[in-house]
Nanobody
Framework: VQLQAFGGGLVQPGGSLTLSCAASGNIFSINTMGWFRQAPGKQRELVATITTAGRTHYVDSVKGRFTISRDNAKSTVYLQMDSLKPEDMAVYLC????????????WGQGTQVTVSS
């Protein structure tokens, strides 16, 4: 499985960005998908996840501002980020959880989100 992330960039505080991550390859080997982020000098943290059935989970710091969604037909997961804050600035990484306990999870390349005036 390959994951390709798009959509990062520079935005002012209070602005919005939408990230997308497209999966290709053996997409039937994945189920839950999600977004993580890592800021310089900080640990990677979970931002949001979504199951194939559409059940979502968010870290408290983004609740009410970020929305994760997925298009199963396109094997793509999205992260709509509104009301962005400087503390949201990080490299955002897409993750696809393996459907098998015998294979590792999959990571995409990061996309930089910069929040600055």
């Amino acid at each position: 499985v390959q994951l390709q992330a798009f959509g990062g960039g520079l935005v002012q505080p209070g602005g919005s960005l939408t990230l997308s991550c497209a999966a290709s390859g053996n997409i039937f080997s994945i189920n839950t998908m999600g977004w993580f982020r890592q800021a310089p000098g900080k640990q990677r943290e979970l931002v949001a996840t979504i199951t194939t059935a559409g059940r979502t989970h968010y870290v408290d710091s983004v609740k009410g501002r970020f929305t994760i969604s997925r298009d199963n037909a396109k094997s793509t997961v999205y992260l709509q980020m509104d009301s962005l804050k400087p503390e949201d600035m990080a490299v955002y990484l897409c993750k696809a959880y393996s459907a098998s306990p015998y294979t590792p999870d999959y990571w995409g390349q990061g996309t930089q989100v910069t929040v600055s005036s």
